[in-house]
C-alpha cells in the first residue's frame, strides 16, 4: 500500500456500528466490563481509547513501523523516551536542536543523572569519539531546528547498533511523506504531531513509532503509568490532518523550492539554509534519505544586527510572528527570542543560531503572494 493510501485507510474503518466513514471521537473516561478483567480491550481511557489507538496505528503504517504510541505533545514524547534510562547514562544529540528538547534534556533530566554530549552530527563517523560503556542513546534531528543540518541516518544507524544503543530520529522537520527513518536503521521516530502531521496548528500532539516489541511495551507502561497521553477529539484532529498530508506536503515543498531561491537571490540576503541547494552541507545525504527537501529554512541578512532582522519580522502581513510551524499558513519565526530561548546565548551562537538569523515554515498559499509579502518585509 502506498502512503498516500496509508495516510487516508490505515488503522481505520467505517464504524461497525453506524457506518460512518470517519473514526468516531470516543469521549469516554472507562468502559463496561462483563466481568471482572473481561472486557472489549478497552478498560480505562489513560490505558486505551478506540480513537487514539486508531491512530497510533495510522501513524506506524506511514512510518513503515509495527507499533504507534501517542502523548500530549511532541515534548511528552522525548520525556518518555528519556524514561527508558537510568542515572549514569550518556546522551550523543544533535548540538542543533529544538530548544525545548534541549531545555527537558539539560534542566530535568540533567538533573536526574543523565549526561548529555551535544556534538555536531554532520559528519557521523565524529560521533565514535563520544561512545563510552555508559551511552546508551543517540539522539537525531535532521533537518536540524533551525539550521537545516542533515545527518545520515543510516550511517548513524550502524555506529549505533554496533554499540548498542537506541537511535532516536525526531522526524518532524521532513514528516513521514518526505523521510521514513525506521528503514534506515532507526529505532525510534519522534514526531510532534502539532506540526505537519496535524497540519492545521489546532492541535498540540506527539508520537512514537518503532518496530521493536521490547521497546514498545517500556514505552506503552512509560505511558499508561505517567499519564501523559492525548484526548480523543486530539486523536480525531490528527487523523483528520494526516488525510491530507501528502497533497499538504507537496504543496509546502513546491512553495519552500520558490522562496529559497528568491531568498538566496535576494541583495539584502546573506546565507538561506536550506537543504535542497545543492551546496548545502550533505545536501547529497538529503537528496538520498528525503524524498523532497520540505518548506522549512532559515536565512540571515548582510546586515546581520537584531534590528535589521525585527525589522523584516514584523513587516510580514501572511508570514505570520509566531512559533510553531508545519501548518498550511505561513510564519516567520525568531529562534533566539522564541524556539530557542531556553538554549544559552553562548551556546546558540555556536552553532550558528545568531540574533539575526530568521525562520520560515512556508506554508501553502499562493506564491505570488508570499514572495511579494517577503518582498515587502525585505525592503522596508
Not at 82 to 103: C, F, N, W
Not at 295 to 320: C, I, P, Q, R, Y
Amino acid at each position: 500500500m502506498k502512503i498516500a493510501t496509508k495516510l487516508i485507510h490505515a488503522g481505520q474503518s467505517p464504524d461497525p456500528s453506524t457506518g460512518a466513514i470517519m473514526t468516531p471521537i470516543y469521549q469516554t473516561s472507562t468502559y463496561v466490563q462483563e466481568a471482572p478483567g473481561v472486557n472489549k480491550g478497552y478498560e480505562y481511557a489513560r490505558s486505551q481509547n478506540p480513537t487514539r489507538k486508531a491512530l497510533e496505528d495510522c501513524l506506524a503504517a506511514v512510518e513503515n513501523g509495527k507499533h504507534g504510541l501517542c502523548f500530549g505533545s511532541g515534548v511528552a514524547a522525548t520525556d518518555a523516551v528519556m524514561k527508558l534510562l537510568s542515572p549514569g547514562d550518556e546522551v550523543i544529540a544533535s548540538d542543533d536542536m529544538y530548544g525545548g528538547t534541549y531545555r527537558l534534556f539539560t534542566k530535568i533530566f540533567q538533573k536526574l543523572g543523565i549526561k548529555f554530549h551535544f556534538i555536531n552530527m554532520q559528519n557521523a563517523a565524529d560521533i565514535s569519539a563520544y561512545i563510552n560503556q555508559n551511552t546508551k542513546l543517540i539522539w537525531i534531528e535532521t533537518p536540524t531546528n533551525p539550521l537545516m543540518n542533515i545527518t545520515d541516518i543510516k550511517a548513524v544507524a550502524d555506529i549505533s547498533k554496533s554499540n548498542n544503543t537506541i537511535l532516536v530520529v525526531d522526524n518532524t522537520f521532513a514528516s513521514p511523506y518526505l523521510q521514513n527513518p525506521l528503514d534506515l536503521g532507526a529505532d525510534i521516530v519522534l514526531h510532534s504531531a502539532t506540526k505537519y502531521i496535524g497540519g492545521h496548528s489546532d492541535v498540540i500532539h506527539g508520537c512514537l513509532v518503532m518496530n521493536s516489541e521490547s521497546l514498545r511495551e517500556q514505552l506503552y507502561f512509560i505511558q499508561k503509568s505517567c499519564g501523559a497521553v492525548p484526548g480523543p477529539m486530539d486523536c480525531f484532529l490528527v487523523l483528520r490532518g494526516l488525510k491530507t498530508l501528502h497533497v499538504r506536503m507537496k504543496a509546502h515543498c513546491e512553495n519552500g523550492k520558490e522562496i529559497a531561491n528568491y531568498l538566496a537571490s535576494h541583495p539584502k540576503v546573506d546565507k538561506v539554509f536550506w537543504p535542497g541547494f545543492e551546496n548545502h552541507p550533505n545536501h547529497h545525504i538529503a537528496k538520498s534519505q528525503m524524498r523532497d527537501f520540505g518548506g522549512m529554512m532559515s536565512f540571515t541578512l548582510k546586515d546581520s544586527s537584531l534590528e535589521a532582522a525585527k525589522k523584516v519580522l514584523t513587516n510580514t502581513h501572511l508570514f505570520s510572528l509566531a512559533e510553531s510551524l508545519g501548518g498550511v499558513e505561513s510564519l516567520v519565526n525568531h529562534p533566539a527570542s522564541m524556539t530557542h530561548a531556553s538554549i544559552p546565548k553562548e551556546e546558540r551562537e555556536k552553532v550558528g543560531v545568531t540574533d539575526g538569523l530568521i525562520r520560515l515554515s512556508v506554508g501553502i498559499e499562493d506564491i505570488e503572494d508570499l514572495i511579494q509579502d517577503l518582498d515587502h518585509a525585505l525592503s522596508v
